[in-house]
């Protein structure tokens, strides 16, 4: 039996795993998060201006602003989501920075530095090496 060539455009029912790729499955409630909100505005946006408003440094606000996004949008492993303040809107996480902003800051940079604890970036060799029993991607 012969099969059908398939057709040049994309089937509709053609799914990431029919590729070999690996997707992240998002809650209800994480992909709420993942969209802007009627202001334009992403949950790690929303957290930067309430760091902001609750006196933490404009750097470290961003820096918070940035892990926070990394975390999801590099699907980072749950425990280090909820670090990142994806369970409790980053509230842990301000706390944390109004609390110890030098230690956040370490950790925070850490966390970015490594891409969630996976590796880091070699700068002899400019590539991104990876740590053994990283999550192995």
């Known amino acids: 039996m012969t099969q059908e060539p ?24 994480e992909l709420t998060r993942l969209r802007p909100d009627a202001d334009g505005c992403y949950a790690w946006d929303r957290w930067r201006l309430r760091a902001l408003e609750a006196g933490l440094s404009d750097d470290l606000a961003w820096l918070g602003r940035n892990l926070m996004r990394e975390a999801v949008q590099h699907a980072w492993p749950d425990e280090l989501k909820v670090e990142c303040g994806w369970e409790d809107e980053g509230q842990a996480m301000l706390e944390l920075a109004l609390r110890a902003p030098r230690k956040a800051e370490k950790r925070w940079q850490r966390l970015m530095d490594t891409d ?18 990283s999550r192995g991607w």
Do not use: C, H, I, Y
């Open 6 to 29: 398939k057709p040049a455009s994309w089937p509709d029912d053609l799914t990431p795993a029919d590729l070999g790729l690996v997707v992240p499955a998002f809650t209800a409630q």
């Open 116 to 133: 969630g604890l996976l590796g880091r970036w070699d700068e002899k060799t400019g590539t991104f090496k990876f740590f053994k029993n």
